[in-house]
């Protein structure tokens, strides 16, 4: 099974994009999935995370400017993003922890945003 990030680009600052996750599999059982992202040179942070349920939290830097939502029938994670700052440019990936000490997916190659200031 496998989570296929898309819906990266290059937009100016202030700007929106909307990232989905869709996955090849069944994740209707899976407790939470989660947005991350990865800026060069520094290390993988969790953006958003979103329950079964629906119950959302977010990373302070992003709380207000991003929503992340999950369609189970779809198999799909959403992570609408506005008013895009250049600290956002990043890879950001999708993934769903297992435990405390493992995923259920692969990383994948996740997908670049570029904001412009």
């Known amino acids: 099974v496998q989570l296929q990030a898309s819906g990266g680009g290059s937009v100016q600052a202030g700007g929106s994009l909307r990232l989905s996750c869709v996955s090849s599999?069944?994740?209707?059982?899976?407790?939470?999935i989660g947005w991350f992202r990865q800026a060069p040179g520094k290390q993988r942070e969790l953006v958003a995370a979103i329950t079964d349920v629906g119950s959302a939290n977010y990373a302070d830097s992003v709380k207000g400017r991003f929503t992340i939502s999950r369609d189970n029938d779809e198999k799909t994670v959403y992570l609408q993003m506005n008013s895009l700052k250049a600290e956002d440019t990043a890879v950001y990936y999708c993934n769903a922890p297992r435990g405390s000490t493992s995923w259920y997916f692969e990383w994948g190659q996740g997908t670049l945003v570029t904001v412009s200031s």
């Open positions: 599999g069944d994740i209707s059982t899976i407790y939470v």
